[in-house]
């Protein structure tokens, strides 16, 4: 069983920087391919990074490209996100979420965090 805890939202302004974390615990982190996901109200869950065990390969939706780095310590059992040149549209709660397959962590993840609050103004 594997226990991820999400930090680092808040309030930002249209263009600023945020970098979320995940805490990983109960398992062997290096197994596991990480990802995040976010829900806007009123949507769906979708897809925003992974990144693979080994950090090696990193996957991105469209929307994020360029602007979201995705990375991994495992030494510290810990998943970033970095959120640069944010817009009123990257509102959302972002979920972190593991799985021991790569398609399973774009899919369907086997353990998700408990969310943080992403909100940009305007």
């Known amino acids: 069983q594997v226990q991820l805890v999400d930090s680092g939202g808040g309030l930002v302004q249209a263009g600023d920087s945020l970098r979320l974390s995940c805490a990983a615990s109960?398992?062997?982190?290096?197994?596991?391919?990480m990802g995040w996901f976010r829900q806007a109200p009123g949507k769906e869950r979708v897809f925003v990074a992974a990144?693979?065990?080994?950090?090696?390969?990193?996957y991105y939706a469209d929307s994020v490209k360029g602007r979201f780095t995705i990375t991994r310590d495992n030494a510290k059992n810990t998943v970033f996100l970095q959120m640069n040149s944010l817009k009123p549209e990257d509102t959302a709660v972002y979920y972190c979420a593991a799985h021991l397959s790569i398609l399973g962590i774009r899919t369907s993840p086997r353990y998700w965090g408990q969310g943080t609050q992403v909100t940009v103004s305007s």
């Open positions: 109960g398992g062997t982190f290096s197994s596991y391919h």
């Open positions: 990144v693979t065990w080994s950090g090696s390969s990193t």
